[in-house]
């Protein structure tokens, strides 16, 4: 399909380059068989280069030496060293600026220069070359050797700036991209956190009364009703287990308080790894642990980024097969921590990325869905990002990155 496409669409050059090739071999100074073919030539493989293996580096160095050899026939059949198609030999010079590197850019120009002046050596040699160059015309093929490689370079050095415009503006675009995600996805926790807040609220008097009538009622029936003891207390476990997902409903809908302490990541993660291993039933899992020693202590609140650690190992965990392994890594990024959860478990749809920081979501059976959510809020209220990169049967990583202030100027700053 793509391919099709590639062929179907004519691009404005493709016109330029038909009437620039079409106009020389037709009104060019040399009109003969040999330099038209010649010219034809040149021309096709201009058109052919940027559909054919257009991103191929060996592909466009396949097609600048055939470049040459056209070039070569079109000056040796059209007088030579006099030739007045001298300058075709930019063609293949600009392809080689404009596709590969400074390096292959200079090759190619002295290459160029070298075929062009390579035609001194045939004068007086050939039927066809009897002409003599006058110690006058010297500067002139001087210049027309160092041609092509100022221009060579010139072209190079503005395909360089066009290719880092590109590559700025594209880190443009993803960045603007994920601070869009962000923005809908506070807006989303903004919205469904007051709702949470208020529904967590009114639930937890009824609670009380019920998980208070249970137990009263468990105290009154018989001995001898079981039924009724036994139907009591699943009433108070399930009352239990209610409010303890009203009071994640809280954490997640309260304003957070960040308490910004300077705080050694290695012991926090040394923390959460620990208690990951209290988990019961325990994870037949492995946690490797992988730490650069160049991280100083920084500030961060301790106890929620532990939590934030526990959490993405626990999911890490349940996502891994038994007997399999995590990997929990801490560096320093030029200023940034960079923390990264690696487990090669089941991994994440595609689909389900984008909303698995949401609030609710979730794909576990007995899931509430706020996990990352509350996650995702800690890392916010420290002013850092998380990431997340994931295949399916292969494994997710999970990025956190953390601003390395160790004072609170830098923090107020």
């Not at 949470?196 to 937890?204: D, N, T």
Request: aromatic residues 8%; negative net charge; glycine residues 6%.
């Amino acid at each position: 399909m793509e391919q099709r496409d590639v062929w179907s669409v004519v691009r404005p050059q493709d016109l330029v380059w038909v009437a620039l090739f079409g106009a020389i071999a037709a009104f060019g100074p040399d009109r003969s068989t040999e330099s038209a073919l010649s010219v034809c030539a040149l021309g096709i493989l201009q058109l052919l280069e940027p559909r054919l293996f257009p991103s191929s580096a060996k592909a466009r160095i396949v097609f600048i030496v055939l470049k040459f050899a056209s070039c070569y026939s079109i000056i040796y059949w059209t007088q030579g060293i006099q030739s007045s198609y001298y300058w075709v030999l930019l063609f293949p010079v600009t392809s080689a600026a404009n596709a590969l590197n400074l390096g292959w850019t200079l090759i190619s120009s002295i290459i160029g220069s070298g075929i062009y002046l390579s035609f001194l050596a045939l004068l007086k040699k050939t039927p066809e070359y009897t002409e003599v160059v006058e110690p006058s015309q010297y500067p002139e093929l001087v210049m027309r050797g160092l041609f092509l490689p100022v221009i060579g370079y010139l072209t190079q050095q503005l395909a360089e700036e066009n290719r880092a415009a590109v590559k700025q503006l594209a880190e443009a675009s993803r960045n603007l991209k994920e601070a869009e995600a962000a923005v809908r996805r506070t807006e989303r926790l903004a919205a469904l956190g007051q709702l949470s807040a208020g529904l967590a609220h009114e639930l937890r008097n009824p609670l009380g009364t019920m998980k208070a009538s249970a137990e009263m009622l468990a105290k009154q029936v018989e001995p001898s009703n079981e039924i009724a003891r036994e139907m009591a207390g699943f009433i108070s476990s399930e009352v239990d287990r209610t409010n303890k997902l009203v009071t994640r409903f809280l954490d997640f809908a309260r304003p957070m308080s960040v308490r910004l302490e300077k705080t050694d990541l290695i012991q926090v993660i040394d923390q959460a790894v620990a208690e990951v291993g209290k988990h019961v039933p325990p994870f037949d899992v492995t946690i490797y642990k992988n730490y650069s020693p160049d991280i100083p202590p920084f500030l961060l609140d301790g106890q929620l980024m532990e939590r934030v650690l526990y959490n993405l190992l626990v999911n890490a965990a349940q996502a891994s097969p038994p007997g399999g392994s995590i990997t929990i890594k801490a560096r320093d990024v030029d200023g940034t921590v960079e923390i990264a959860v690696i487990d090669r478990g089941s991994g994440i749809e595609p689909k389900h990325l984008e909303n698995i920081f949401n609030p609710f979501f979730t794909t576990k059976s007995g899931g509430v869905g706020l996990g990352l959510a509350i996650v995702s809020k800690i890392i916010d209220e420290h002013e850092g990002k998380i990431a997340v990169e994931s295949e399916p049967g292969s494994g997710t990583v999970f990025r956190i990155y953390l601003p390395l202030r160790e004072t609170p100027e830098e923090v107020n700053a």
